[in-house]
């Protein structure tokens, strides 16, 4: 049904890139829980599975990626260390990775991420260079740091090995799902740049063909969705806010882009509100931290926007690295509204 | 090493039974995972293993006694339905597990349990009854509900069924530590009337016997501590208070104090603000959701009460239905403590 034409492209990761992915975190990588909630389900009318990548290590799924890309470099490109760009989660996969590969790394953050994804990120022995993220240009900054030091540059979603790696989230909760008797309708991810969800869904049109993947995206920052429907990549409002940090890229990644295209079902847009009363829905009902980012594809269920009643639909809850004041004003704001 | 003489004692459960319950459960209880975090490795100069019971159905390792226990009862006595004691999460064990099983039941709770544990009782379909914690006799009412109804008395930690449910989290936990190459010197389980770890302790001395298990209990509610060391059961002051309310019983139960004389290496006692920095830990490095009481055997070897370093220990967090408000309070007091 849905296909992707891998001779047209360059380099787009295929399931058996994933399957080595696999392969190469076992051990490395939590195999995360998917988990259900009587409750959730009741209100949803349906059954819902959660792919709970919040317990990964560092607290996201980007360590996948991260280090199935990096345990590729061969041992001279080790020595010259990594520069890598992230808004905090990446940073975090990255350099935690890094340091048990014993690679030096330099990540290149926002001054106004997470103060926990900053200190975090420190605390795997990475370098941090902090920038503006609404006036500077981080590749830019990444590209300097890079030729002075000869290091090698993280190109984070643009990576195939990045890519198939964030993609063993998906063939995990393919076969949990399978494992539970669950024959999945539809798979919800979150999307900024779009790694997560290309390489998961390269690995869903091979292991449940009948499930659609859409992907959920913040408020003003829906370039995915918009960028689906007119067949190029387009950018967001540069004076677009929202709480979800980990998506607020300005554009789709270019391979995430050409995979999402082929293989997604389409794309939905939660507000920061939904966000929050998922966050609460998971603090309840789930017993996991989730950070706003990491809540949309469960936002976009328990809001309704996606319609689940008497289907089987799973979501990957993305990340959890949320700061205890954020986290805290959000449940209280939640807690009005029914969850 | 520790031995347990079954032939001194009445109905005392036995591995056999563990395994058993464990068969029951398949498919019911989630196989909860076992976390692991660098960070907190650092911090105590050792490892840590984590096993997340606020990921089981209903938010604590209750069900899992619940269930074994309840799916044995005849159809007749399942007619009568059920009457249980709980402070709120052994009540949400029972209603989820009689829910499943068609059982009607009443469950008598304290009336300053927190919220969420009453909500989520009744949204299993139990009825609730509400008592004085400091004034009333729960076994007194739970006794003349059950014969004004003919229903079966639940028997919580006083019934073999339910200590041998409660001991299939201490198998899973062997085994997954096993499955990870851990060696486990010492194994420290949150304790109340003792119910979860004397069933753990009749696993982990099957599967672990080289492994010390600890109760850990909150000041002011240290029976356990005192009644081993006394040999015989004795009383805490009924004037002291707590926030772990998962923890607040007047006196060790018969049954698990008969196996923990036998089993257990001892007891140690945390502080309320010791759970609180606990749970504060769990939110940054684990993810997990952890009420006070499902905190403090993470709480006694994040404070050093029991000393890690060079060893590798597991740690039960064993619920995580606490409100948001109480949450929020423990995380803003602990946000200024190095966690």
Chains 1, 2 share one sequence.
Do not use: W
């Not at 047209?8 to 399957?19: E, N």
């Not at 540059?153 to 890519?163: I, S």
């Not at 690995?203 to 009948?210: I, S, W, Y």
């Amino acid at each position: 049904m849905r296909q992707l034409d891998s001779a047209q492209l360059t380099r787009v990761p295929t399931f058996a890139d994933v399957l080595e992915a696999a392969a190469r975190l076992r051990g490395h990588a939590v195999l995360t829980p998917l988990l259900e909630s009587p409750a959730l389900n009741a209100k949803i009318g349906g059954r819902l599975l959660i792919k709970a990548e919040v317990l990964q290590r560092t607290g996201a799924f980007k360590f996948r990626g991260a280090y199935n890309s990096l345990s590729r470099l061969d041992l001279k490109a080790r020595k010259r260390g990594i520069v890598a760009c992230s808004s905090g989660n990446h940073a975090q996969g990255v350099a935690a990775a890094a340091q048990i590969l014993g690679i030096p790394a330099v990540i290149v953050m926002p001054a106004d991420a997470p103060a926990i994804k900053i200190a975090n990120t420190r605390s795997y022995g990475a370098e941090i260079e902090l920038y503006d993220r609404y006036r500077d240009n981080r590749e830019a900054i990444a590209e300097r740091i890079a030729a002075e030091r000869g290091a090698v540059l993280d190109r984070t979603f643009e990576d195939p090995d990045v890519v198939a790696g964030q993609g063993t989230a998906g063939l995990e909760l393919a076969d949990q799902a399978h494992a539970c008797g669950a024959a999945l309708d539809a798979v919800l991810i979150p999307c900024g740049g779009g790694g997560l969800i290309s390489g998961c869904a390269i690995a869903l049109a091979e292991k449940c063909p009948d499930a659609a993947v859409y992907a959920v995206e913040p408020e003003g920052f829906d370039d995915t969705r918009r960028s689906l429907a007119a067949g190029k990549r387009l950018r967001n409002d540069p004076e677009a806010r929202s709480i979800c940090d980990a998506l607020l890229l300005p554009t789709p990644g270019a391979l995430p882009f050409k995979i999402n295209s082929a293989l997604l079902a389409g794309a939905l847009v939660v507000s920061d509100a939904e966000a929050g009363r998922a966050m609460a829905a998971a603090f309840r009902h789930l017993k996991i931290v989730v950070e706003p980012g990491g809540a949309v594809a469960l936002a976009a269920v328990l809001s309704g926007k996606y319609d689940c009643r008497g289907k089987t639909v799973a979501v990957i809850c993305s990340g959890g690295n949320v700061d205890p004041d954020t986290f805290c004003r959000v449940l209280q704001q939640a807690s009005s509204k029914e969850i």
